[in-house]
T-cell receptor, first 118, second 115 residues
Framework: EAQVTQNPRYLITVTGKKLTVTCSQNMNHEYMSWYRQDPGLGLRQIYYSMNVEVTDKGDVPEGYKVSRKEKRNFPLILESPSPNQTSLYFC?????????????????FGAGSRLTVL | KQEVTQIPAALSVPEGENLVLNCSFTDSAIYNLQWFRQDPGKGLTSLLLIQSSQREQTSGRLNASLDKSSGRSTLYIAASQPGDSATYLCAVKTVSSGSARQLTFGSGTQLTVLP
């Protein structure tokens, strides 16, 4: 089954304790992205990656890091989590950008990871 | 910077009613607009995509319209069912943001259809 898999789905942690949320897709998609969703604010893009070893900042990158060493994986790293990073996180993937521009292909989303930082 | 607004934030209707969800955006230079459905504990599912050159798209009981010049889109749900209960999100792909930045999302309308 074609899917985007995120882990963990739920996590409660404390301020300053480094954590990684993994994201893996099995569709050979080149594009991957991380979003956070907060009440009243919709989904906001954190980081995205056009391909292996190519990453760039989205709208709210502060406090996050990403890496794209393999096509299928795009982990989100919180080096020193803070309470304002408590949120619902979504990973998504899609085929190449030129296809996206035409709207021919849409994003496939993971099920989400709910993170609480105390 | 593109801003997407959805009104109302929450809506509760009895089963069988027809309903309309609204989405507005500030920058009319868009490639396309999408409506998504979000269920608790699950990711987002794309329902309908309207290209900037199109006026509407239909899928089953769903019909989405786009008025690019006024910066508005509506999602019409006919004969609503309890299974339609979910949060509906609108998202636009803006020309100026470039294809890499993907979509700008609204904050969603939480729909409850009562049996």
């Amino acid at each position: 089954e074609a899917q985007v898999t995120q882990n963990p789905r739920y996590l409660i942690t404390v301020t300053g304790k480094k954590l990684t949320v993994t994201c893996s897709q099995n569709m050979n998609h080149e594009y991957m992205s991380w979003y956070r969703q907060d009440p009243g604010l919709g989904l906001r893009q954190i980081y995205y990656s056009m391909n292996v070893e190519v990453t760039d900042k989205g709208d709210v990158p502060e406090g996050y890091k990403v890496s794209r060493k393999e096509k299928r994986n795009f982990p989100l790293i919180l080096e020193s989590p803070s309470p304002n990073q408590t949120s619902l996180y979504f990973c998504a993937s899609s085929p190449p950008g030129r296809a996206q521009r035409s709207g021919a292909n849409v994003l496939t989303f993971g099920a989400g990871s709910r993170l609480t930082v105390l | 910077k593109q801003e997407v607004t959805q009104i109302p934030a929450a809506l509760s209707v009895p089963e069988g009613e027809n309903l309309v969800l609204n989405c507005s955006f500030t920058d009319s230079a868009i490639y396309n607009l999408q409506w998504f459905r979000q269920d608790p504990g699950k990711g987002l599912t794309s329902l309908l995509l309207i290209q900037s050159s199109q006026r509407e798209q239909t899928s089953g009981r769903l019909n989405a319209s786009l008025d690019k010049s006024s910066g508005r889109s509506t999602l019409y749900i006919a004969a609503s069912q309890p299974g339609d209960s979910a949060t509906y999100l609108c998202a636009v792909k803006t020309v100026s943001s470039g294809s890499a930045r993907q979509l700008t999302f609204g904050s969603g309308t939480q729909l409850t259809v009562l049996p």
